[in-house]
């Protein structure tokens, strides 16, 4: 089969097919192993190994379903579709060598595995990995400078995304590079633009005062956002948007009507007080502690303890912080309720607030390699009040705040795969930029073939993870496995192709004059927030697969 004689996307979804069928397979087996996901922790390798194959499928699947879509529609683009078929071809190959490599782990047969065996198979998979094919898409890519301008097949993401476009490069880029290199906070006057934006309401419904757009512009918005700072811009609407989604699923409808006009409008800004000194992803084993009191005959609550990587929680007015209500520790997860504790403003990288109720919180930021522009705060707590209308959904909130934080955060990964995207998106312009006005050896490096090579699978790499997140936003459940697998995907790329970008600008690419190595640095605490890695392919993806996949 040569490349002139290959149809794309009906190989692309040839190839689809059988890899998903063999992960079927596989996660079946997966399933009888751990006992639907119950040992997991005996069989971490395999697990992580499970989740990650699951994710690229999915990832593949969704840009071929995409590619599909716009040649129904009469809009086929052939730069979608050439990258449909690489990344088809580069998940169904790895999936072929894990499945080789590990043979009695994965517990197939030749007859399960056979599907990716067959001519049909191996040929299109040789065909669309063809160095030739893949420098043709870094070509293209290269020559539009690696504008992302696929079709949205949405008017209003379409309009979304020009609105927060323009924003994006009018207001946050020429001031993205200061912040970061000096580990500035975001100023107020573009907090302001943000707010009157409408980004922070985005989500929210319009009964609450939000613009009620969804979650696919969101997600959009804070991509674009992102391409231009994913700290001074992409992130600020992350932690309402934690919250925001606690509420609307948990909250009292008092606090809906009294807390959700205030963060669209950007009137209160949110911190995420969940992390402890010696507690990260293990949320079931948090100490901090809040007991029942009054104040001045008041119902309320005393809350001690210690919260760490509290990003924006010095800026912020209000804190969303989970602490344990339930005096038997023994009850984990099921003893934590969720409270915001209200705060004024604080500059600067540490802060101290005394309550007029007696209780004092102190925050000290935590230096950062990069995700600079909001400060994350390791916060001491003494004693702070909270009054009982502040605890999230009031009395049937009590001992429920694990239940409505996981909710959040899942809008958070959601969200991360956005930010992602962003980030991914900005390396892989500058370099295509770069490349284009540096020459070595008498050549424009545009022209080597092994710069095409690389912006062509840099390309296809960011176009696999925008559709997951695409399609796990349009499909939003907090229950539901996409968004974690969008997170733990894009988060990957995003790393991949900022490192790849920074060593086609060489030398100048660890330049912190330079952006590409601002991307470098954000791009590595995105597979660390939100669920570090694998945490998120163990105890998120894995276990939920391995729960409903069946024998």
Not at 237 to 257: D, F, M, S
Not at 302 to 327: C, E, H, M, Q, Y
Request: glycine share 10%.
């Amino acid at each position: 089969m040569t490349t002139t004689e290959l149809n794309a996307i009906a190989t692309a979804r040839r190839l689809v097919d059988a890899s998903q069928g063999v992960v079927d397979a596989a996660l079946a087996h997966g399933a009888r192993v751990t006992e639907g996901g119950r040992l997991i922790d005996e069989h971490q390798v395999h697990t992580e190994r499970l989740a990650y194959l699951a994710t690229q499928v999915r990832a593949a699947s969704e840009l071929v379903a995409y590619a599909e879509r716009l040649a129904t529609s009469g809009r086929a683009d052939a730069l979608q579709e050439s990258m449909a078929l690489g990344y088809a071809a580069e998940v169904t190959h790895a999936l072929r060598s894990q499945v080789e490599a590990a043979w009695d782990d994965f517990g197939l047969d030749e007859t399960q595995v056979a599907p990716l065996h067959t001519p049909e198979v191996r040929e299109g998979v040789r065909a669309a990995l063809d160095e030739g094919r893949i420098r043709a898409i870094g070509r293209t890519v290269i020559e539009a400078l690696g504008a992302n301008n696929c079709e949205l097949e949405d008017e209003v993401a379409r309009l979304t995304r020009d609105m927060a476009r323009e924003f994006a490069e009018r207001e946050v880029a020429p001031i993205a590079q200061d912040i970061h290199r000096h580990d500035l906070l975001v100023p107020d006057s573009l907090l302001e633009k943000f707010s009157a934006q409408g980004f922070f309401g985005s989500s929210i419904p319009e009964e609450y005062g939000g613009t009620g757009m969804g979650d696919l512009p969101m997600v959009i918005i804070t991509e674009e956002l992102s391409a231009a700072s994913l700290a001074a811009a992409g992130s600020l609407a992350t932690r309402p948007e934690i919250l925001t989604k606690a509420l609307l699923a948990g909250g009292t409808e008092e606090q809906r009507n009294e807390w959700l006009p205030k963060i669209a409008a950007g009137d209160v800004l949110v911190a995420i007080a969940v992390t402890e000194p010696d507690t990260g992803s293990d949320v079931a084993s948090l100490q901090t502690r809040a007991e029942p009191a009054e104040h001045n005959g008041q119902r309320g609550w005393r809350i001690n303890g210690a919260k760490a990587w509290s990003t924006f929680s010095g800026r912020s007015t209000v804190l969303a912080l989970l602490a344990r209500t339930d005096p038997d520790a023994g009850a984990g997860s099921r003893g934590l309720s969720l409270f915001m504790i209200e705060k004024p403003p604080f500059e600067g990288h540490s802060w101290r607030f005394e309550q007029p109720e007696g209780g004092v919180m102190e925050g000290t930021a935590n230096p950062t390699p990069g995700y600079r522009g909001m400060h994350s705060f390791t916060i001491a707590i003494d004693n702070v009040w909270v009054p009982h209308t502040h605890l999230v959904g009031g009395d049937d909130g009590i001992n429920r705040g694990f239940y409505l934080q996981m909710g959040g955060f899942a809008a958070g990964r959601l969200q991360t795969g956005g930010r992602a995207c962003g980030v991914a998106q900005a390396a892989l312009e500058k370099a295509c930029r770069y490349v284009q006005q540096r020459s070595q050896f008498g050549m424009s490096l545009a022209d080597y073939q092994l710069t095409q090579y690389k912006v062509g699978r840099m390309a296809t790499l960011v176009a696999a993870g925008r559709q997951l997140t695409y399609h796990a936003a349009r499909t939003f459940d907090s229950r539901a496995v996409e968004a974690s697998m969008a997170k733990l995907l894009t988060c990957d790329v995003a790393g991949e192709v900022s490192r790849e970008a920074q060593l086609l600008h060489g030398g100048w690419g660890y330049s912190e004059e330079d952006p590409v190595s601002r991307y470098v640095v954000d791009a590595l605490v995105l597979p660390i927030f939100e669920g570090v890695k694998p945490i998120l392919e163990l105890k998120v993806i894995g276990r939920q697969l391995l729960a409903g996949a069946t024998g």
